[in-house]
């Protein structure tokens, strides 16, 4: 029996993570800022997703990146660059359509109201921490996976808690440096290879993450 598509889950509710990340543990590179969200060097991470002629195996993790998500949580830090209280009508990176389309909950320190966005992407901003993020989130996908979108500190948080089912690593063949690093404090958990796929621009790993 042939694997489900890479990206596909299946119909179970889970708590996935799909992230990029540098050969040295990074995934996004030194001095982010509004003109560098990535930090320095950090857009090279993506290459393989946003190249002109991809090559086979890239463009089919592309496409499924986002199959069978229901909604997702992400820190403050990966929604943008505004430190301390809200400043303007920040609306994220990704312009009027982001391409959650879905509910999306921001861990902050900060309140503020939720912004709704085309497409079907709502921003959520949740200062009662992770447990509660994910509750809401869990509530609203369903049957449907609940995907971490970043950054590192997040990931490294749902990891530390215990609460990641499926890890998906997109591995660029370069080095950082220095940034933002994976798998700090996260404690001793086991990772299962389920799938693994490659092309000249990256390896794409997917885990089972054993507690």
Sequence with gaps: MSPAPFGSLGAMSKVTCQIAVSLDGYV?????????PLGLGGERLHEW???SDPHPVDAEVTAHLLDNNGAYVMGRNMFGPIRGAWEGDWRGWWGD???YHKPVFVLTHHPRESVKMAGGTTFHFITEGLEVALERAREVAGERNVCIAGGASTVNQVLAAGQLDELQLHIAP???GAGERLFVDVGDPT???IEAVTSPAATHVRYRVVR
């Design 174 to 176: 370069i080095m950082l």
């Design 97 to 99: 359509d982001p391409p």
């Design 28 to 36: 996004a590179g030194p001095d982010q800022s509004r003109d560098e």
């Design 191 to 193: 990772f299962d290879v």
């Design 49 to 51: 997703m946003f190249a």
